[in-house]
């Protein structure tokens, strides 16, 4: 639908850093005009990808559980926004494998040449990334961003903004830090108005 969003929490932690932060773009989408749906995905129940391939002929997965009525939304949201920890230079475990089972959108794109994406919102989408690290060290965030990058290929969507901070470990609590707050709640709003204004 025009002006929906949707934001993947990614964090084991509900209330923890990563929440907070995700929060305040959720609050930045909304006051831009669009309607958001929080995914608390550690929280969901669902299976990892099997590879059972039938999805190679069916637009869906052979698979139903939660993960299931996101195949629908996700078809026609006009932003998306993926938040979450860094852990072991990656993203945490659940969230990688709710990001797997779209694979029912990979084997359409480019196994049928049949995106599930509506043409005419294809190139409106915009995925915003929103990420912590404990660490202070280089390159800390470039596993993580390859599979974000990767995410939103499949489903259509560009990869139209970020916010990283490391150092975690030593912030503590991003509340001490406002600018991360006010950084999350304009990346949030510039990315509802982003979505408003391409009509996807």
Not at 20 to 31: C, I, P, S, T, Y
Not at 115 to 122: G, W, Y
Not at 129 to 134: D, E, L, P, T, V
Not at 173 to 186: I, Q
């Amino acid at each position: 639908m025009p002006g929906t969003i949707i934001a993947l929490l990614g964090s084991p932690l509900p209330h923890g850093n990563t929440a907070k932060l995700l929060e305040q773009a959720v609050r930045g989408a909304r006051d831009a005009g669009c309607e958001v749906e929080v995914v608390d995905v550690p929280s969901l129940e669902f299976g990892p990808c099997m590879e059972l391939f039938y999805c190679n002929t069916h637009e869906t997965c052979e698979q139903i559980d939660e993960v299931t009525p996101y195949y629908e939304k996700m078809k026609t949201a006009g932003g998306l926004i993926v938040a979450s920890p860094i852990m072991t230079f990656g993203i945490p475990g659940k969230l990688k494998s709710f990001m797997d089972r779209f694979q029912v959108f990979y084997m359409a794109k480019y196994g049928r040449k049949q995106s599930l994406v509506p043409k005419e919102i294809r190139k409106g989408r915009k995925g915003l990334f929103i990420s912590i690290a404990g660490m202070n060290i280089p390159n800390v965030f470039d596993g993580a961003k390859l599979t974000v990058l990767a995410f939103f290929d499949i489903l259509d969507i560009t990869y139209w903004g970020e916010l990283l901070r490391n150092d975690m470990d030593r912030i503590q609590d991003v509340a001490t830090e406002p600018g991360l707050f006010d950084a999350a709640y304009k990346k949030g709003f510039e990315l509802g108005k982003a979505v408003i204004e391409s009509g996807a």
